[in-house]
C-alpha cells in the first residue's frame, strides 16, 4: 500500500469528526491474504481474511480473485468492516 499524497492536518480532524477513516490502516486491524492499493482507506477493527472459502468476483470496494483479496484504489473501508 502506498499513497500519491499526504492528508493535511485539517483532513483529518475532519475525518474524525465525519467519522470517515483517515488514509491508511487503522487501529487494530487483521489483514491476511490480501492486497492494498494505493490512497486506500481501512478503518479501525477491520478484518480482511483471504483463502479458497471465498468466491471470486468484484464486490465494489474489493475484488477477490483465487482466494487474493485485492482492496481497490481509493477504496473507503468503514470502521468493523469484516470480508472473508
Not at 4 to 32: A, L, W
Amino acid at each position: 500500500m502506498g499513497a500519491d499524497f499526504y492528508q493535511n492536518t485539517t483532513e483529518i480532524v475532519m475525518n474524525d469528526r465525519s467519522g470517515r477513516p483517515n488514509m491508511g490502516i487503522g487501529k487494530y486491524c487483521y489483514i491476511e491474504q490480501a492486497i492494498l492499493d494505493k490512497n486506500c482507506y481501512i478503518g479501525d477493527n477491520v478484518r480482511i481474511i483471504g483463502g479458497k472459502h471465498l468466491k471470486d468476483g468484484d464486490f465494489g470496494t474489493h475484488s477477490v480473485q483465487d482466494g487474493i483479496v485485492v482492496v481497490k484504489k481509493g477504496a473507503v473501508l468503514p470502521p468493523g468492516t469484516h470480508i472473508g
